[in-house]
């Protein structure tokens, strides 16, 4: 028998409203996880929570840098019961340190807002040769990208395409039910400690470009409403200069 603000509940009563909430399960699943494996399956629910909040309401990160957007991430993280922590020191400055309740455990993540490959390709080499984890016995970490253009699936996939062709040693892919076109799995050998290391990339698709009257009238969005039209005007006129009979 346990007492809760003045009353007498049952360990029945008590886990039956565990059964019946979302938020108390996750946290028991991770405090009682049996392995670290299970612990980082149980920590990628929970992030993926936190990124559905996120991608329900991108206008609220159209200004946002990376750095205010894994606060939130970390936040949620932390609510849920985990220990996250930002700016976390261990080989450099982690974006977000994840710690389970075994010091050996931990999980880390690199964010980068997707400007270009380059961005994302410097955020790996952080994640994968300057970064560390708990334990190189238990390495599991992550790239965030936070996607404010169209198509976050193209965007993964053409960043995919880069890191396969990194040349790096026992590389291997390996899909992601969790969501779809928007993550990936990658292993490769680890430099320092010659251990397999395992990074999941996910796309956060943060693009908000309204379109529907006010969207279109609204000021703020004017310049990008612009530019995108700038460019579908470029490919229109490329395409058209490749046709037989155009003038060049």
């Known amino acids: ?40 399956e149980t920590l990628y629910d929970n992030i993926d929570k936190a990124i559905g909040k996120l991608e329900q309401n991108p206008q609220f990160y159209e200004d946002a840098e990376e750095d ?18 930002q700016g976390e020191t261990s080989g450099g400055n982690v974006d977000l340190t994840v710690k389970g309740y075994k010091s050996a455990w931990s999980w880390v993540g690199e964010a980068k807002i997707y400007k270009t490959i380059d ?3 410097e955020g790996f080499l952080q994640l994968s040769t300057r970064y560390r984890t708990a334990s190189p016995v238990y390495a599991k970490a992550g790239i965030l990208a936070y996607i404010k253009r169209k198509d976050a699936a193209g965007c993964l996939k053409i960043w995919l395409d880069e890191i396969s062709a990194m040349g790096l040693v026992d590389f291997a892919v390996a899909k992601c039910t969790r ?3 928007l993550s990936f799995y990658t292993t490769h050998k680890h430099e320092a400690s010659g251990l397999p290391i395992q990074v999941r990339h996910s796309a956060i698709s943060l693009y908000h470009l309204p ?5 279109l009238a609204a000021q703020k969005y004017q310049d990008a ?6 460019a579908k005007a470029q490919v229109c ?3 058209v200069s490749g046709l037989p009979g155009s003038v060049p």
Do not use: P, Q
């Not at 409403?225 to 700038?230: D, I, S, V, Y």
């Open 225 to 230: 409403h612009a530019a995108e039209a700038a």
């Open 211 to 215: 379109k529907d009257r006010s969207g």
């Open 179 to 181: 969501r779809g076109s």
């Open 1 to 40: 028998m346990t007492r809760l603000n003045g009353k007498d509940v049952s360990l029945e009563e008590l886990g039956a409203l565990v059964a019946n909430s979302e938020f108390a399960f996750d946290m028991l699943r991770h405090e009682f996880a049996n392995d670290y494996d299970e612990f980082v």
């Open 237 to 239: 006129a490329s395409n």
């Open 119 to 121: 961005n994302l390709r």
């Open 68 to 85: 205010k957007i894994t606060h939130e991430i970390a936040n949620m993280l932390s609510m849920a019961g985990y220990d996250a922590r």
